[in-house]
């Protein structure tokens, strides 16, 4: 039933704004006629990622198709100089290359066990206690989610974690606090890197597109100390709501050996090599993306990977980003990101409330649906704000999407979690609604005050 509402909301939204463009009978909102066309399409692309009436990417590529065959039709009519290129282009710019780069990467390090060996390595130097094991468990997602999908880190850590889950009491509250450590460690984690969430890679490219966007490792540099914050945080909250009845408990020590092969040579120097641009980046001039591309070229080019290691890449995660992209083209390029500005009550308000505002509706949004969905709505209508420097708006609100995690459809993350049946919805929103609130407080306050140390 929801899934055919949602399919119905957005045919409706396109229809009743076609007609409007071509009738132009709300002429008195006094937007033009691209502007009726960039706000059906906005609408019919929301309704269609609240409800997920269709996959994301399907909506992706409806908002690619609307632009050429509708919205770059009536721009051409009313004037302006805008072409298909302009809503081709965000499908292979700069961040999908950076986040095809990281897929690339992850695909190789879970292909040579490289991920599995770090986190059993790490998990087995916790100890037998419990709250180390926790800590160590959360410390390890949080690490692997800043380089890989988080989603990914999250899967692999659940396959690891819960045997040693299930060897705790069913009355333990530790079992529950344990399994819930790797969806919130691996929330927190992706705000470390460009490529840690999708929300981060959405801001960056709007970022890149004024001339503000910081380098790869100012990014870290902004990042990194409020995950090491928020995952602390998200330990003693653990703790506290889930307290341990067990004090010890033995994990096996059944690590895996790396021996020393060609495959996991070339893997390891071209991972220094790429991680070691991305962090220099401000200093040769490479984009990240084009960075991202040496994985992609040796890997294939050696065959450590394969064609069907190709294939199983999420490039339906790309098409998500390459659609938001186009769908923030869309808004700027029509003059609507313009008119809804002039439509909020923002006259005199000081940046930093503004980013508390916005910020805030995006943490609300990403609560109740898909985080990059609600940074592709929310990150180019900021672009029409008149402020003195985008970049803490746009980390702010970036941020405020990735740090909602109170229920299960919050995060990729959080809905693995809960598909583990270790866990209830009632388990995962006390402590989610906790760190949501604090994490976004922090980042409003002590993390705007850190960006400013740092010249952001």
């Not at 490289?114 to 998990?123: C, F, G, T, Y």
């Not at 009632?426 to 400013?452: C, E, H, K, N, Q």
Request: aromatic fraction near 10%; charged fraction near 10%.
């Amino acid at each position: 039933m929801k899934q055919k509402l949602g399919r119905g909301l957005a045919l409706a939204a396109v229809a009743f704004f076609l007609i409007a463009a071509e009738f132009d009978f709300l002429s008195y909102f006094e937007l033009s006629q691209p502007g009726y066309v960039s706000l059906g399409i906005l609408l019919a692309a929301a309704t269609l990622w609240i409800t997920e009436a269709v996959p994301l990417f399907v909506t992706s590529l409806m908002v690619l198709f609307l632009c050429l065959v509708w919205l770059v039709p009536v721009m051409q009519q009313d004037g302006m100089s805008v072409n298909n290129q302009v809503f081709l282009s965000p499908f292979f710019s700069d961040i999908v290359l950076l986040f095809l780069g990281g897929f690339v990467l992850s695909a190789a390090l879970h292909k040579q066990r490289v991920d599995e060996w770090l986190a059993r390595s790490i998990i087995q130097r916790t100890g037998t206690s419990i709250p180390r094991l926790m800590l160590g468990v959360m410390l390890v997602t949080a690490f692997l989610s800043m380089w890989l999908s988080n989603t990914a880190a999250a899967a692999m850590m659940l396959a690891l974690t819960i045997p040693i889950a299930n060897r705790l009491p069913n009355q333990d509250p530790a079992r529950k606090g344990l399994v819930l450590s790797i969806p919130f460690g691996a929330n927190i984690g992706g705000l470390g890197t460009p490529i840690g969430s999708p929300p981060n890679a959405i801001a960056m490219q709007y970022m890149e597109r004024i001339g503000e966007a910081p380098g790869f490792g100012t990014w870290m540099a902004l990042g990194v100390p409020g995950v090491i914050v928020m995952t602390l945080l998200a330990w003693g909250t653990l703790l506290v709501l889930f307290r341990p009845l067990t004090q010890s408990l033995q994990v096996e020590k059944d690590s895996i050996d790396l021996p020393t092969s060609v495959p996991l040579n070339i893997l390891l120097v071209t991972l220094a090599i790429t991680v070691f641009g991305w962090v220099t980046s401000q200093w040769h001039g490479l984009t990240a993306g084009t960075i991202a591309l040496i994985p992609v070229l040796v890997f294939f080019s050696t065959g450590l990977l394969n064609r069907q290691d190709l294939r199983s890449l999420s490039w339906d995660v790309l098409l998500l980003m390459g659609g938001g992209l186009c769908l923030g083209t869309a808004i700027s390029e029509s003059g609507l990101a313009s008119w809804l500005i002039e439509l909020l009550p923002v006259d005199g308000i000081p940046d930093y409330w503004l980013m508390v505002v916005f910020g805030s509706v995006a943490c609300l949004m990403s609560s109740v649906m898909s985080n990059t969905a609600t940074a592709n709505l929310i990150l180019p209508i900021l672009l029409g704000l008149s402020v003195e420097s985008y970049t803490p708006l746009m980390l702010g609100t970036a941020f405020a999407c990735s740090l909602a995690m109170p229920l299960p459809v919050s995060t990729p993350p959080n809905a693995m979690a809960f598909s583990t049946e270790q866990i209830s919805v009632s388990d995962m929103v006390r402590p989610g609604l906790i760190l949501t609130l604090v994490g976004v407080v922090l980042a409003f306050t002590t993390g705007y005050w850190w960006w400013g140390l740092l010249g952001i």
